[in-house]
């Protein structure tokens, strides 16, 4: 009878487990539609456009009196907007974990992104000052979001199941892009049949995802579960802000292989996080597309990162996580050299390289994810995810900085995009130096068979 209770009990935490992963992939479901239609699609050439009206006649703006080439102002919006992220997740990864109450930081900081994105409806005219500010504001709630929401792996997932759960949340994600796309295509191409002009329907597009996020944010939130923190159960005291930060950092020296992967990671994300939020400028001033084909691009990068993201899932069960991203770095350093000798006018080499994208897109961070997640000392999830988070958008500034110097300097988008080779390149010889069973185990994590 006492065997059966356990097995009763075991199968009852197995089904909560289940419904827990099923409302965490709808996270990954609500904030994508922003990532995708927003950051990836619309705002980028939108932006520029509204800078470009109000420049000057040698094609500057000037916020706060700096002169800056308005066809740059997205690119350093997006790098301000991750310093801001910087300045911020310290202070809410420290009260994570101080309470052990993720999901009301996790809802405080979803529908302030919601809102922000809500407001770019208002943004028309000459109003790049205030496109510039909602950026800020919704990719810096966004990505403190994001902290919080990939602490919760390692609790929802035994280290067996986290290749296939991360992939799976990214697989979500990627699906309800392509269906909003799908969506926003259909408002945009035939925007005249709506009584939309082409400026209205972009900015319904961009504000409809707000809502989207809100509302199905939702789910998570209602299914997940708030764990007692370490430091309370312990009562280890927890330092503030920046000075847990420190803190973390501090005992993170003890774990040296875990932080020589955030190094890595830090390296190739950046890159990633670049060719996702410039590519559609690319697409649109040097090689001359219009918003129409950029869209279909991205919609067919959405499908197919959906089948990429499982894909790469079931590699890593043969070949090992670390081995099937080094394998996605090789990829992206292909497709990206192959997007420099992109001809102008020619929709459909774009489509070839968007195909490549989306292969390794979705895959690539998922697995880097979950592999980070077998890396965390037992305990300690929200603060070391914080610092990954630190690691996914903490330097996530310099690759557009990076891009919007090069084009700011040669005049190039080609030599911009090229440019970001480097991140992939470095962040491979990097991350192959790193022996990941030996860190799962110095980090007291039983090894999986398959790493």
């Known amino acids: 009878m006492g065997t059966d209770t356990v097995r009763a009990g075991s199968a009852d935490e197995a089904a909560e487990r289940r ?25 980028g050439p939108y932006l520029t456009s509204v800078a470009k009206s109000a420049a000057d ?37 420290a009260a994570a974990d101080r309470t ?3 999901k009301p930081l996790l809802a405080a900081a979803a529908y302030t992104g919601a809102a922000a994105t809500t407001g770019m409806f208002f943004l028309g005219g000459d109003r790049y000052l205030l496109g510039g500010a909602l950026l800020v504001v919704a990719n810096a709630a966004q990505s403190v979001a994001m902290m919080l929401y990939n602490s919760y792996l390692p609790q929802i997932a035994p280290p067996e199941e986290r290749d296939a759960v991360s992939s799976r949340g990214w697989a979500f994600g990627y699906a309800a ?47 997940l579960r708030d764990r007692r923190s370490v430091a309370k159960a312990t009562g ?45 400028v690319y697409g649109s001033e040097e090689l001359g597309l219009g918003q129409s084909t950029l869209i279909g691009a991205v919609l067919l990068v959405q499908v197919l990162a959906v089948a990429g993201a499982l894909t790469m899932g079931r590699l890593a069960r043969i070949y090992g996580a670390k081995r099937t991203i080094l394998g996605s770095l090789v990829a992206w350093t292909v497709t990206l050299g192959a997007g ?93 130096r790193v022996p990941v069973r030996r860190a799962i185990g110095e980090a007291g994590n039983p090894i999986p068979e398959r790493i």
Request: hydrophobic share 50%; glycine share 10%; net charge positive.
């Open 19 to 43: 419904r827990e992963q099923r409302g965490w992939y709808f996270y990954d479901w609500a904030c994508s539609v922003y990532s995708t239609s927003v950051l990836t699609v619309f705002l």
């Open 57 to 93: 006649a040698d094609g500057f703006v000037h916020p706060l009196g700096i002169p800056v080439r308005a066809g740059s102002f997205f690119a350093y919006s997006v790098s301000l907007s991750v310093i801001v992220a910087v300045l911020v997740m310290p202070l809410v990864g």
């Open 236 to 280: 280890e005291a927890t330092a503030p802000g920046f000075r847990q930060l420190a803190a973390t950092v501090r005992d993170m020296r003890r774990h040296p292989l875990t932080l020589a992967f955030l190094l890595a990671y830090l390296i190739y994300n950046d890159g990633i996080q670049t060719v996702i939020s410039q590519a559609s």
């Open 340 to 432: 420099y000798f992109l001809p102008a006018g020619a929709p459909g080499w774009f489509f070839v390289l968007a195909s490549g994208i989306g292969l390794v897109l979705g895959g690539s961070q998922a697995l880097s994810r979950s592999l980070f997640s077998h890396l965390v000392p037992p305990g300690k999830e929200a603060e070391y995810f914080s610092a990954y988070e630190m690691s996914d958008r903490g330097m996530s500034w310099l690759g557009p900085l990076l891009f919007g110097i090069t084009y700011q300097v040669t005049g190039s988008y080609r030599d911009a995009i090229i440019s970001l080779v480097a991140f992939f390149v470095i962040g491979f010889v990097l991350l192959a």
């Open 100 to 102: 052990g109450r993720k």
């Open 177 to 223: 892009g392509a269906l909003v796309l799908v969506v926003n295509l259909v408002l945009y191409t035939g925007h005249e049949s709506f009584g939309l002009t082409e400026s209205a329907a972009v900015r319904v597009c961009l504000a409809s995802a707000g809502p989207w996020w809100g509302a199905f944010a939702l789910i998570p939130l209602r299914r």
